[in-house]
């Protein structure tokens, strides 16, 4: 069984511009979870998506967004990157119950110039 | 506010010997605590998850336990190895129909030979 993928891997983007992150759950999974790691800190919830509708919201600005796919896919937007925007982005996959084990991805290293 | 905290901030211990990481948190209502571990720049890894009802779960080497009337969980590592020097991240899950995780900063832990 294929594990949670991301796309890509590593970036490098300017101030200012926007940048789409991809991630393809594990097969039947459901639910996408979305998380920015900065170097030494813990991960910050932005949001989970569950069949489509985003289900749960974390407290960053409205530069983060995301959407699911019908196929449970997700994609995130950051647009006007800021330097602080500079994160490994991981997301996470489950069937989307309480009790459920969230799977992580690589994730994707954002650097922001 | 929920909230997980988690001690010590970092660990360094030599190989072999046991450790034990904290996790002490306020969330309400409670659904279920997690353990994860995180190599350094990958995505955590499940290594435990335990409801109320739970005092004690093994995973190998790892042992959690939870005490659900003061609200505290250990991780305890036993004969260590260098390969678990990581990150170890409290999560718990509150109750309700928003799946709302509340993450811990997590506990470094160095293994030295």
């Known amino acids: 069984k294929a594990g949670v993928t991301q796309t890509p891997r590593y970036l490098i983007k300017t101030r200012g511009q926007q940048v789409t992150l991809s991630c393809s759950p594990i097969?039947?999974?459901?639910?996408v979870s979305w998380y920015q790691q900065t170097p030494g800190q813990g991960l910050q919830f932005l949001f989970e998506?569950?069949?489509?509708?985003?289900?749960n919201k974390g407290n960053f600005p409205g530069r983060f967004s995301g959407r699911q796919f019908s196929n449970s896919r997700s994609e995130m937007n950051v647009s006007t990157l800021e330097l602080g925007d500079s994160a490994l982005y991981l997301c996470?996959?489950?069937?989307?119950?309480?009790?459920?084990?969230?799977?992580f991805g690589p994730g994707t290293r954002l650097l922001v110039l | 506010k929920n909230q997980v905290e988690q001690s010590p901030q970092s660990l360094i211990i030599l190989e072999g010997k046991n450790c034990t990481l904290q996790c002490n948190y306020t969330v309400s209502p409670f659904s279920n605590l997690r353990w994860y571990k995180q190599d350094t720049g990958r995505g955590p890894v499940s290594l435990t998850i335990m409801t109320f009802s739970e005092n004690t779960k093994s995973n190998g080497r790892y042992t959690a336990t939870l005490d659900a009337d003061t609200k505290q969980s250990s991780l305890h590592i036993t004969a260590s190895q260098l390969s678990d020097s990581a990150s170890y991240i409290c999560?718990?899950?509150?109750?309700?129909?928003?799946?709302?995780?509340?993450w811990g900063a997590g506990t470094k832990l160095i293994i030295k030979p």
């Open positions: 998506y569950f069949s489509e509708t985003q289900r």
């Open positions: 996470a996959s489950s069937r989307g119950t309480e009790q459920e084990t969230q799977y």
């Open positions: 999560v718990v899950s509150a109750l309700g129909s928003n799946y709302q995780l509340i």
């Open positions: 097969s039947g999974h459901r639910s």
